[in-house]
């Protein structure tokens, strides 16, 4: 969906919230009009069983808010089982949305509004919520059966545990089914209706249009008319039970968010960088080859390209991860802009062959959208521990590019970036991205095409090297001296026979060799073009420092910096924000390339008196850091399958500050 936004500069990135009230909308059936409260941003995560819609019910807000216009961040949070065991904790699904009227970084660290939708739900989410939170809970499920599945005593909608929250009691199957009572449908089918019923009374409370989500009922049912219909009535009747109850007093309003001017559409990052695949083919002038095996979180790119064949794109869903990469190597070889899908297990099965597109030198696109581990580990849940086995994962020295997006929509240009470095240098490139990221979404600015860089190839022609004896002759690993890239030639193409497969290739003519001189020059010069890929320097975001606070360093910046990669940049970033706030200096940047690094990296590490790197791992960067450029980076590490929260970051990074002003003393 997408939305024309005509003004000018993103406003301040307050991480507060704020509110006045107004009674501007007016009472119906003689009531008197209900007060609105002004909010800058609000938190709000739905929870219920794996078949209760709420990934649905929450993408469905997600996109009426970006329609509306706000800035907004998901955190989607599923079971890796399709269909999880109903009513037990381990089976509870969530879906986080943070809007805002301003730009924000990340889904936020604790809902504002919880909606609950059993007992399960409840006690999976109740500590993550502050003092003064509002629950809204299914009444109809808290049964004493529910109760005691999930470990509770006693029913915690009347002991008094939740005083300090604002609970509503809804029962909303009961009020569901009395909505479709005339539906005609099975009382089975018709409690499904329930998330749609909450959505609607959600969609009241915080003044979300409703257009769009009747629209899409239509389309999903529109082979069931019955139920789209029966989904739109339970929708309407949400709407207005929050209209006329007298336990919801106020509703609340969201205003737009103030964004630079361009056409924007909600994105998530496996989206995002589906797009960013096909428009780097079609920049390079090149047909585009998936050759995937289907594996969480990566599935989404696989289906999106499949969609796609009108843009010249062909998709193979192989019978392995194997079968997948070795399709794509050979589309490469045929002149494809060749690209494999996988999260980290498949990325183990795909290793050999990823070495034989190293030994190749052709440009193939390693896709990992990277999850908790090691072997299957938790399929749904995120994390960025691929980074060593990216560099590393591989027999003998096998270096290949990695890049790595920051943000759902940075997944675009995260792909461009891929297919330009793998096209320019004929190599394979590693793009990292991660379940946060993949299922993720926030607002993206559309590029206008003239925006976006030309990939043009060119492929050999002809003969490329003169023989003493006067003759011409075609040399496949003949380098151009700039980018030490070989020349890239189609098969078929008469005279340009040439000798592939993964045994040293001899340098120039590319015949067999086991010279033990060529092998050094080959290993070296295939490092060597890696070392030279042109990459941006780091940018730092570093504000000038008042003197005499104790948290100046020599340059009179800041002292301490915080150095991120991939999706930890959004709670970074509110990190540091919240510090700026609060009186505190820290630097940060944020790391998009992650080999080669930026040529600066050394000298940035190098100016400040402490390094600090968060990731969700025991410490990848910060190794790659300290062996490279002997600076003393000091990790923070997250394992636990979810994202770093703000405020713990902050915490972090306070008291490094601290720390540094108090050995100054």
């Known amino acids: 969906m997408t939305s024309q936004v005509d003004q000018s500069a993103a406003v301040d990135g307050s991480d507060g919230e704020g509110g006045q009230e107004s009674a501007t909308r007016s009472g119906i059936s003689g009531r008197p009009a209900k007060p609105i409260r002004r909010l800058d941003r609000v938190i709000i995560r739905f929870a219920g069983d794996s078949g209760d819609g709420m990934q649905l019910t929450g993408d469905r807000f997600t996109s009426e808010t970006a329609s509306f216009g706000n800035d907004l961040s998901t955190l989607p949070n599923f079971p890796a089982e399709i269909r999880a065991p109903a009513g037990t904790l381990p089976g509870v699904s969530s879906f986080q949305l943070h809007f805002a009227d301003h730009d924000i970084l990340t889904p936020g660290d604790a809902p504002n509004v919880l909606v609950a939708m059993n007992p399960a739900a409840l006690k999976a989410n109740l500590a993550d919520l502050p003092r003064g939170a509002e629950i809204i809970v299914n009444t109809d499920e808290f049964t004493k059966r529910a109760l005691t599945k999930v470990g509770y005593a ?197 290793s050999e062959t990823i070495g034989l597109a190293v030994s190749l030198e052709l440009p193939l696109l390693v896709v990992d959208i990277q999850r908790g581990g090691p072997s299957t580990g938790l399929p749904t849940k995120t994390e960025q521990a691929d980074l060593l086995q990216a560099m590393f994962g591989r027999n003998g020295e096998a270096p290949v590019p990695i890049v790595a997006p920051a943000t759902p929509a940075e997944c675009f240009d995260a792909a461009v970036e891929a297919a330009r470095i793998a096209l320019t240098y004929r190599t394979p490139v590693f793009l990292l991205s991660d379940g946060y990221l993949a299922n993720g979404s926030e607002p993206w600015r559309i590029p206008p095409v003239e925006e976006l860089p030309d990939l043009s190839v060119e492929f050999a022609a002809g003969p490329n090297h003169v023989l003493p004896d006067g003759s011409e002759a075609f040399w496949p690993y003949k380098r151009d001296p700039q980018t030490l890239a070989r020349p890239w030639a189609v098969p078929g193409t008469a005279g340009l026979e040439h000798r592939i497969g993964g045994i040293e290739k001899q340098d120039g003519t590319g015949n067999i060799s086991y010279d033990p001189a060529n092998h050094d020059f080959m290993v070296r010069i295939r490092q060597a073009k890696i070392d030279g890929i042109a990459v941006p320097d780091l940018e730092v975001d570093d504000p000038p420092t008042p003197p005499g606070n104790g948290q100046e360093g020599p340059t009179g910046r800041a002292r301490v910096l915080v150095l991120g990669w991939g999706s930890t940049y959004g709670p970074i970033a509110a990190a540091v924000r919240r510090v700026r706030a609060d009186g505190g200096h820290v630097a940060q940047a944020h790391l998009r390339n992650l080999n080669p690094f930026p040529a600066n990296l050394g000298a940035v590490l190098r100016s400040y008196e402490r390094v600090i790197v968060p990731e969700m791992n025991l410490g990848q960067l910060a190794l790659l850091l300290r062996a490279k450029y002997l600076v003393d980076a000091q990790s923070y590490n997250q394992v636990r399958g979810l994202p770093f929260k703000a405020a713990q970051l902050a915490d972090v990074l306070s008291a490094a500050i601290g720390t540094l002003e108090g050995e100054q003393r």
């Open 154 to 350: 006693a029913d915690p909608l009347g002991d008094g545990s939740l005083d300090a929250y604002h609970l509503h009691r809804v029962p909303l199957t009961t009020l569901t089914l009395e909505a479709l009572k005339d539906s005609g449908l099975a009382r089975k089918d018709a409690e499904r209706a329930k998330n749609m019923f909450a959505l609607g009374l959600l969609s009241w409370m915080y003044h979300r249009p409703t257009h769009g989500t009747e629209s899409f009922l239509r389309t999903k049912f529109a082979r069931k008319p019955a139920v789209a219909e029966a989904n739109i009535t339970a929708f309407r009747a949400g709407w207005n039970f929050g209209e006329t109850t007298e336990d919801f007093a106020v509703s609340y309003e969201v205003p737009p968010a103030r964004l630079p001017a361009g056409t924007y559409r909600n994105i998530s990052g496996n989206l995002a960088l589906s797009y960013g695949l096909i428009a780097a083919a079609r920049l390079a002038g090149l047909p585009l080859f998936l050759g995937s095996y289907p594996i969480t979180p990566a599935s989404d790119i696989l289906h999106e390209l499949s969609r796609h064949k009108n843009f010249g794109v062909r998709t193979f869903q192989a019978e392995d991860e194997i079968a997948g990469i070795g399709a794509a190597l050979g589309a490469a070889f045929g002149g494809a802009l060749g690209v494999t899908t996988t999260s980290g297990p498949g990325v183990a099965l795909k």
